[in-house]
């Protein structure tokens, strides 16, 4: 399997060349998780605009996102006539955590936002990668100084498949001179100083110069900002 994963890639250059030989070529299950930032869109718009049926894109609703991200999200869905499958968090536990600690209590110690983190993606993306094959992701080598040493191709020992990132060498302005060429659409608090959109307890805007995740869980130990999803 990895080695038709590296072929194809070694023999495609574009991204809309790797996603549709990958849909073509590779057996499985081949699955594509989208938060809706700007490099979820560019290879949503890949996989759309050449109406690819046989990758999944799915995303995950925390229950805590902002307005703007459900923005984006409806309008994706419109401009493409696309599926995106939402998987969410188990309404009992949501219940029995929120009832146990308060509405926000990732606030008060790594713990417990870790616990919160589990809860709303980690379990819910386990469900959404079952029987997959193939996981494709926008993680970017310059997102944090923790992605520095992802691959473009890598097995996931853990959930036993095969991350596709064929975004990883990609700059900032690379992405967003694609989404301004093909009219993709995005959101718009990225207009508004915020670079890694995820819960809105947990994201606010960063000031220029500050590194790129410094706007996630701006609380905690400034090194390790993940959530669980890529670790």
């Given at each position: 399997m990895k080695n038709d994963l590296v072929a194809i890639v070694a023999e495609h250059k574009t991204l809309e060349e790797k996603l549709k030989?990958?849909?073509?070529?590779?057996?499985?299950?081949?699955?594509?998780?989208?938060?809706?930032g700007i490099e979820d869109?560019?290879?949503?718009?890949?996989?759309?605009?050449?109406?690819?049926?046989?990758?999944?894109?799915?995303?995950?609703?925390?229950?805590?996102?902002?307005?703007e991200t459900y923005s984006v999200w409806d309008k994706t869905v419109l401009q493409y006539q696309a599926t995106i499958k939402a998987y969410y968090p188990n309404t009992n536990t949501v219940e029995n955590f929120i009832n146990?600690?308060?509405?926000?209590?990732?606030?008060?110690?790594?713990?417990?936002?870790k616990e919160c983190c589990?809860?709303?993606?980690v379990e819910p993306l386990n469900r959404a990668l079952a029987g997959a094959t193939v996981w494709i992701t926008g993680l970017r080598a310059e997102q944090s100084a923790n992605r520095n040493s992802v691959k473009e191709i890598e097995w996931d020992e853990e959930k036993q498949l095969y991350k596709f990132n064929p975004l990883l060498d990609w700059s900032t302005?690379?992405?967003?001179?694609?989404?301004?060429?093909?009219?993709?659409?995005?959101?718009?608090?990225?207009?508004?100083?915020?670079?890694?959109?995820?819960?809105?307890?947990?994201?606010?805007a960063i000031q220029p110069g500050d590194?790129?995740?410094a706007g996630r869980w701006w609380w905690e130990d400034q090194s390790k900002k993940e959530c669980g999803l890529h670790t």
């Open positions: 030989h990958i849909s073509e070529n590779i057996e499985g299950k081949v699955v594509f998780s989208t938060s809706f869109q560019v290879i949503s718009h890949a996989i759309f605009s050449q109406k690819i049926k046989s990758i999944e894109v799915f995303t995950l609703d925390t229950g805590r996102l902002f307005p146990a600690n308060g509405i926000n209590p990732f606030y008060n110690s790594v713990e417990l936002r589990f809860i709303r993606k302005d690379d992405v967003v001179a694609y989404l301004k060429q093909n009219g993709v659409p995005y959101n718009t608090l990225h207009d508004k100083g915020f670079v890694s959109i995820g819960c809105a307890p947990c994201t606010r590194d790129f995740r």
